[in-house]
């Protein structure tokens, strides 16, 4: 996801134990239950030497009102990405 204030790239993984709100009064956010370093030059995820994304240790709580955009990858498609 991109964020709307400071242009901030943030991804990571939502699984079980993750949330993601979706009521129509505020607030509205999204947990993520893992997350990973992303470039903050195109959004990528940045990977280590033997290709694989790096993980960060912890966990993302954002609110909707502050996404400028998200995209939404399956497993097999960010492995490929």
């Known amino acids: 996801m991109r964020l709307k204030d ?6 990571g993984f939502y699984g ?7 009521y129509p009064e505020e607030p509205q956010d999204i947990y993520l239950e893992r ?6 030059e195109d959004g990528s995820f940045v990977a280590d030497d033997a290709g694989h994304p790096v993980e960060l240790g912890s966990g993302l709580l954002v609110r909707w009102s502050e996404v400028r955009f998200m995209e939404v990858l399956s497993e097999q498609e960010a492995r490929h990405e």
Not at 17 to 22: L, Q, R, V
């Open 16 to 22: 079980e134990s993750s949330y993601a709100a979706g």
């Open 6 to 11: 400071d242009g901030r790239w943030l991804g």
């Open 35 to 40: 997350t990973y370093a992303m470039s903050q």
